[in-house]
């Protein structure tokens, strides 16, 4: 095998109007975590498709287990002992867990499916990676971490000599990406490399031996993991300083309410209760928590989307009876959602089409889409984003998570909010995109409009929230100045009623 298990030497890659790789070398030895760094957009998962067979390189060569290969599709990946682990996760939500499994390869007794063998194998396979999950149970009923598990353990089936894992604690809490790494050091000990991709800079340093970091489609280098620091890799990663994570505040908040909310509460006792805030004109209130605090089910009730049994709320003074989400978007608000390829991105459909989506009542004239009015109004409100993209009609999947989470904000400032509730609003995006994101909040604060930011990301909260609302188990523990608020106290808010 020699000193590497994979050589990847100057890959090069174009997509219509753009190249997404330029000569970029990965170079992964046997039993290592070598992680795979670079702000969204900058060819991580375009080159891992390569090596899994779902793209082929345009240029430059691939060796592993030291020989060339060609890797024309998945099948040959998987075939040679390279698996992957998706960022996003498309289970067959209707079979069950032990068939997702072991999909196209199923146990036989003839020519018939032995039931019984497919269930004590993902069994073992579950035991070995220390999983308690029921084989039978259909996917689709699964929490999203599980169904994360779940991936990692087929992955872990395939007996692999490397292991791709993209984003792969994107849904996992603290306890169960420990689990994670536990995993990993096993496979490590058994001579199985991991590829790692990841934008939490904190597990980068604590589980990778080596780094890459790529940027715009190229080759910045390759360091042991020992050398870095968060700052070093930010730097090499954006390729300038970046002393500052958020732009300066240069507003005030104003003192008018635009929306107050009065003890409302759901039909479900576990969910949230009694919970009142109020909400001031150009001004971003972070909400806080830990999982489970009921953060995002109480947005989405504000939203439309969920019921509430009791309780008021009033929008510039006037009650606000909220029965959809049509009189939500008829009163000013906007929701993002927090898993935009869940329930935001329509990625098979054109940046054109996901912007406008939300207003196309907007551009219609006796019942007939005005089609050049809906490509005028996405380009320039994707202009004023700053979206990275050749044309409006590039398909949103082939955009980075940066540039598709500015779509839609692009998407809904269409429908002329004054209050936007962000959930989560830079989850799986990088720094630099990141800090695109916090200027466009500012920005839209000094317009006038409220912002409501739910994040679990400490920083984030203390650094662009005027206000911090803190949550647990469904209640509000209390509510913190930006002079008050530091991780401590957030974090004693946040276990309030925790035993």
């Known amino acids: 095998m020699g000193e590497y298990v994979l050589e990847m030497n100057n890959i090069t890659k174009v997509f219509p109007g753009v190249k997404a790789l330029d000569g970029v070398t990965l170079k992964v030895r046997p039993g290592s975590v070598h992680a795979l760094m670079g702000e969204n957009g900058a060819g991580k998962s375009t080159l891992m498709k390569c090596l899994f067979g779902i793209y082929h390189e345009d240029g430059g060569e691939i060796i592993f287990d030291g020989k060339k290969r060609t890797i024309n599709t998945s099948k040959e990946a998987l ?3 390279i698996s992957m682990i998706h960022q996003e996760l498309h289970p067959i939500r209707f079979r069950p867990v032990m068939e997702n499994i072991w999909l196209g390869r199923f146990p036989m007794r003839g020519i018939a499916v032995n039931k019984k063998a497919m269930i004590k ?5 579950f035991k070995e990676v220390d999983l308690d999950i029921d084989p039978e149970v259909l996917a689709g009923t699964l ?5 994360q598990l779940v991936e990692i353990a087929k992955a872990v089936s395939y007996n692999s000599k490397i292991i791709i894992m993209d984003e792969p604690t994107s849904s996992l809490t603290d306890n169960e990406t420990e689990h994670l790494f536990k995993i990993i050091r096993q496979l490590q000990s058994k001579g199985c490399a991991i590829i790692y991709i ?9 589980i990778s031996d080596e780094v890459t970091i790529m940027r715009d489609g190229q080759y910045v280098g390759t360091w042991p993991a020992k050398e870095l620091t968060t700052d070093l890799i930010i730097n090499r990663m954006v390729g300038r300083d970046m002393t500052n994570r958020f732009p300066p505040k240069t507003y005030t908040p104003g003192t008018e309410v635009v929306l107050k909310v009065d003890d409302i509460c759901s039909p479900l006792p576990k969910s949230f209760q009694h919970v009142s805030f109020d909400l001031h004109k150009g001004e971003i209130l972070g909400i806080g928590g830990l999982v489970g605090a009921q953060r995002t089910e109480m947005v989405e009730a504000l939203f439309g989307l969920r019921e509430i049994v009791s309780g008021k709320v009033e929008k510039d003074g006037k009650p606000f009876h909220i029965k959809s989400v049509r009189d939500a978007k008829a009163h000013g608000l906007a929701l993002l959602t927090e898993e935009r390829r869940a329930s935001g991105v329509f990625g098979i459909l054109s ?3 996901n912007t406008v989506i939300a207003a196309q009542k907007d551009f219609a004239r006796n019942g007939v889409l005005q089609e050049g009015k809906r490509y005028k109004a996405a380009k320039e409100s994707n202009e004023s984003m700053r979206t990275k993209t050749p044309s409006m009609e590039e398909l949103m999947q082939n955009l980075s998570g940066g540039n598709q989470q500015k779509v839609l904000i692009a998407r809904w400032l269409l429908t002329h909010p004054d209050i936007l509730i962000l959930d989560e609003p830079t989850r799986g995006i990088d720094v630099g995109a990141k800090y695109e994101i916090y200027t466009i909040m500012h920005d839209l604060i000094k317009e006038g409009k409220s912002i409501i930011m739910i994040s679990s990301e400490m920083p984030e909260l203390l650094g662009m929230a005027d206000r911090v609302m803190v949550m647990c188990e469904g209640r509000v ?10 991780s401590v106290q957030v974090m004693r808010l946040a ?3 925790m035993k």
């Open 79 to 81: 075939d040679l002992g």
């Open 143 to 147: 929490s999203a971490s599980n169904l």
């Open 495 to 497: 276990t309030a009623f």
């Open 477 to 486: 523990t209390g509510i913190l100045s930006r002079e008050e608020a530091d």
């Open 351 to 353: 940046i054109e089409d």
């Open 121 to 125: 194998q993902t069994k073992e396979l």
């Open 198 to 206: 990841s934008h939490k800079m904190e597990e980068i340093l604590k």
